[in-house]
Structures are given as structure tokens and as C-alpha cells.
């Protein structure tokens, strides 16, 4: 038995960084379950590629290249998206980029790069869809952001400071367009296995901090924060914004304490 309670048929459904790992993921979420999703990306051929692998039989993805960090470009995205689907329903930002090194190594060309389209972006994006949301009185917008929202990690400085500073956003423009109907969340992954972070955690000691640090003892995959995205856009999260959730089996919980003497799980 289906429950419209939970449903996200029919909706107009907008993800960027949708070519690969969670945003892909996310939008194939959606699509399965009868939304019309439209994703973005920089690269025009993986976005092509991945609009024909995650589109249902009875379904169509659109892919539109977009540089989130890029103004105009998102202001053609938006009045192309608005032009052939009327409206966007959700709005998912997912597009984020890292360089991994210690902060004074990091250049200002890579700091730029980084704000640019992990905040910059998402704000571009979040703005130029939510005008259209707060004309209509109704909206859902759900930005990724990190563990980092929580602590920092280090080596990582201008993506923590991106991501919360993306957390902040969400609750500030939750407070802003909540009485005009627009709902504003974010979902805040754990150590996750993509593509690009397959290098990461293929190391021995990485793995297994992650895993000792996290209750669930085991490290998330894209498609653990697809249940979380659906439930933020569905009538069952109607009252919920403003709300940072953790889907990070448990790690911000509490911290692997190694007491000497220990008894094992």
C-alpha cells in the first residue's frame, strides 16, 4: 500500500553535483520514485552518462551542465529548469569539491576554488531557486554538508569552514523563508565511500579508525543518504526545519575511547 505521506511523485526535483557519489545517488533516489529530477554538473559528458544510467523506464533525467560557483550560469539554469517544468518542488545542493593539505600549503587559488562552489554555490543556487519557491509560498531545500559542522578534521580547513558556514545558511534561511512556506535542511554525512575517497579509505589505519569511531562499525556509501533526502521532501518532514541531521552511523554520538583493559564489544 502506498503512503502519500512519504511520497515524492510528481515533483520537480533539482540536484547539483549530481554526476557521481552522493548527488547521483540522491537523484536516482528521487527518479526511481517518480520525481522529475534535473541534474547538474560541470562535466557535460559524465552528466549525459549518468542522466542514461539512473533515468527509471518510465522516467526522464535532464542533465544541465551548470558551474554552480559561475552567477549567470545559474541564473540560466534556474529560468531553464523554471521554463520547461514551471517550478522547482526540492532543491538539493550537493555540489562540493576538497583539496586535502595542511592550511599553509593551501593557495589562495585553492581556497577560492573551494568557497566557490562548496558556499558560494550552494548560496547562488539556494537563492536564485528559492525566489521562484517564495513566489509560489512553498518549497523544500536540502543542503549537504559535513562531520566538519560538527568538528573540524584537519588538513581540510577550507572545506570545514565551507561546509559550516553551509550549516549556518541553512538555518538562517530557515528562519528567513519559513513563514512564506519554504522549508530548509541539511543532511550531514559520515565518512562516506565515493569515487573520490576510495583512496582515502582503502588505507588500513583509515579504515579502521572510521570504523572503530563509528557505532554502526562500518563506513557509509552514497546510497545511505538517499532515505534521509526523501524523507526531508515529503509531507512527513512538513514541520522540520532549520534542522542540521547527522547520517554518520552514529559518530557524532561520541568518540572511540581505547581505555586500556577494555573489555570488546
Known amino acids: 500500500?502506498?503512503?502519500?505521506?512519504?511520497?515524492?511523485?510528481?515533483q520537480v526535483v533539482l540536484v547539483s553535483g549530481a554526476s557521481r557519489g552522493i548527488g547521483r545517488a540522491i537523484a536516482a533516489g528521487f527518479a526511481q520514485r517518480g520525481a522529475r529530477t534535473i541534474i547538474t554538473g560541470r562535466d557535460g559528458d559524465t552528466l549525459r552518462r549518468t542522466a542514461e544510467e539512473i533515468a527509471p523506464p518510465d522516467a526522464t533525467?535532464?542533465?544541465?551542465?551548470?558551474?554552480?560557483?559561475?552567477?549567470?550560469?545559474?541564473?540560466?539554469?534556474?529560468?531553464?529548469?523554471i521554463e520547461v517544468f514551471d517550478r522547482v518542488d526540492?532543491?538539493?545542493?550537493?555540489?562540493?569539491?576538497?583539496?586535502?593539505?595542511?592550511?599553509?600549503?593551501?593557495t589562495e587559488a585553492d581556497y577560492d576554488?573551494?568557497?566557490?562552489?562548496?558556499?558560494?554555490?550552494?548560496?547562488?543556487?539556494?537563492?536564485?531557486?528559492?525566489?521562484?519557491?517564495?513566489?509560489?509560498?512553498?518549497?523544500?531545500?536540502?543542503n549537504i554538508t559535513s562531520l566538519n559542522n560538527f568538528r573540524p578534521l584537519v588538513n581540510v580547513l577550507p572545506y570545514a569552514m565551507?561546509?559550516?558556514?553551509?550549516?549556518?545558511?541553512?538555518?538562517?534561511l530557515a528562519a528567513e523563508w519559513g513563514p512564506?512556506?519554504?522549508?530548509?535542511?541539511?543532511?550531514?554525512p559520515g565518512f562516506i565511500l565515493t569515487d573520490l575517497t576510495q583512496k582515502l579509505w582503502s588505507d588500513a589505519?583509515?579504515?579502521?579508525?572510521?570504523?572503530?569511531?563509528?557505532?554502526?562499525?562500518?563506513?557509509?556509501g552514497p546510497a545511505d543518504m538517499v532515505g534521509t533526502a526523501l524523507f526531508l521532501a515529503s509531507p512527513a518532514a512538513g514541520f522540520l526545519t532549520g534542522e542540521?541531521?547527522?547520517?554518520?552511523?552514529?559518530?557524532?554520538a561520541g568518540i572511540h575511547w581505547p581505555i586500556p583493559g577494555e573489555s570488546a564489544p
Not at 125 to 133: C, E, P, R, T, W
Open 244 to 252: 542540521i541531521i547527522y547520517v554518520d552511523g552514529g559518530f557524532a
Open 1 to 10: 500500500m502506498s503512503d502519500d505521506l512519504f511520497s515524492v511523485r510528481g
Open 162 to 172: 565551507s561546509k559550516a558556514a553551509l550549516g549556518q545558511m541553512t538555518r538562517g
Open 113 to 142: 576554488f573551494i568557497m566557490g562552489i562548496n558556499l558560494k554555490g550552494a548560496y547562488l543556487l539556494s537563492l536564485a531557486v528559492g525566489k521562484q519557491m517564495l513566489a509560489r509560498g512553498s518549497g523544500c531545500q536540502i
Open 205 to 220: 589505519t583509515m579504515e579502521a579508525w572510521g570504523k572503530a569511531n563509528t557505532p554502526l562499525q562500518r563506513l557509509g
Open 61 to 81: 533525467v535532464v542533465p544541465l551542465v551548470c558551474d554552480v560557483s559561475d552567477s549567470k550560469a545559474v541564473d540560466r539554469l534556474v529560468a531553464s529548469v
Open 90 to 106: 526540492t532543491l538539493v545542493n550537493v555540489a562540493g569539491v576538497n583539496r586535502r593539505m595542511p592550511a599553509e600549503k593551501l
Open 180 to 188: 512564506r512556506g519554504v522549508r530548509v535542511n541539511a543532511i550531514a
